[in-house]
């Protein structure tokens, strides 16, 4: 079977491999793929961020994606053959002190598909069947395959964030991450305005206003003035920074208010600030990573139910035979959420 492969340690380098049908072992499903999103971490891979040097090559890479079990190893007790399945990318060992307590997402030694072992953007993967979710009768694997992002967002919102109704939240970031982030924080009662710079102008920014938010463009817009107008002056009740990058956070803390809170979802690599405005004002620091199973099983009713509207989010314009355009053009801010076609691959 093909597959996408991360081939070489440098900028690019991802080329259409074969490898084997994968047997899935004892307790494993195969899963056959039928969509698949591009996501940041994807993006980071292609470029080759330090994050990801661990990887060894060619690893076939994605990790949010949908298919069906198409046959099922020894001692697989919850999946049968046509079941419809997601799968959580990030795996605990399960034997860690974090994953013991039940923070498995924290896990010391967590694996994740499409970077520690080979992943979704090929025909079949095996998976461990305590990874895998089913998909809600009557949503479809398209939008299913859009679960794993969605369920950083619930983690982040509803989890790891105090947002309530009447809240005024500031998303700063309109990538994936923000966009689902922004959509959960409305649906948790929040007033919700999506900033982004001015690369997202073209896309990105416009693509927030079609989901119904308000919208900053921080490079031209006067922020003070609309906060003011806003939040009356008073700073945001809640900023979620997923812009992974280090302004991000020092934006945060302008616009938040005092005792307010600052959710860090984007990793943003290093910043330095002076940190007495955070203490005297109380400021709440929060992280969020990754998500759980949780957070999944709740993504997968928000997008069943359309408080996640995956319809206008989702960019269908790419494929994984031309994927440079789609990895180009994610890391240039022109599409938000590539989702690829699998079955392209093998047609
Ligand atoms: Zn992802
Ligand atoms: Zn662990």
């Not at 994807?42 to 994605?62: N, Q």
């Not at 046959?71 to 079941?83: L, N, Q, S």
């Not at 794993?148 to 009447?166: H, K």
């Not at 001015?198 to 463009?217: M, S, V, W």
Request: aromatic share 6%.
């Amino acid at each position: 079977m093909r597959g996408l492969a991360k081939t070489d340690r440098t900028e690019g380098a991802m080329e259409l491999i074969d490898v084997d049908r994968p047997e899935p072992g004892p307790g494993e499903a195969l899963v056959e793929v039928a969509y698949a999103g591009l996501c940041g971490s994807d993006a980071g891979i292609y470029e080759f961020e330090s994050a990801f040097e661990r990887m060894e090559l060619p690893t076939i890479i994605g990790h949010e994606y949908a298919g069906t079990v198409v046959e099922t190893g020894t001692d697989v007790a919850e999946y049968e053959v046509g079941d419809r399945v997601v799968e959580r990318p990030i795996r605990g060992c399960g034997e860690c002190y974090q994953c013991r307590i039940g923070e498995e997402n924290v896990c010391r030694n967590s694996t994740i598909t499409g970077v520690d072992h080979h992943g979704a953007y090929t025909q079949f993967v095996a998976v461990p069947e305590g990874a895998l979710h089913p998909i809600p009768d009557g949503l479809a694997l398209a939008d299913a395959a859009i679960v794993e992002p969605t369920s950083i967002g619930a983690r982040a919102v509803i989890q790891n964030s105090r947002t309530s109704p009447g809240d005024r939240v500031l998303v700063a970031g309109p990538g994936p991450i923000g966009q689902l982030t922004a959509q959960i924080a409305r649906a948790q009662g929040g007033d919700v305005a999506v900033a982004g710079v001015g690369q997202d102008a073209e896309y990105r920014l416009p693509l927030a206003e079609e989901l119904g938010f308000d919208t900053i463009n921080v490079e031209e817009a006067d922020l003070d003035a609309i906060r003011e107008e806003r939040t009356d002056g008073v700073g945001y009740d809640v900023v979620f920074d997923t812009t992974g990058h280090p302004s991000g956070l020092t934006m945060a803390v302008d616009e938040v208010r005092k005792g307010g809170q600052i959710v860090l979802v984007g990793q943003t690599g290093e910043t330095t600030m002076p940190y007495s405005p955070l203490v005297r004002g109380e400021i709440d620091l929060q992280c969020s990573y990754a998500s759980m199973y949780e957070d999944f099983e709740r993504s997968l009713r928000m997008i069943d139910s359309g408080t996640v509207d995956t319809d206008s989010f989702v960019d269908d314009r790419f494929s994984l035979l031309e994927a440079d355009d789609a990895f180009e053009a994610f890391v240039a801010g022109q599409t938000c959420k590539p989702r690829f076609d699998v079955s392209e691959l093998h047609a």
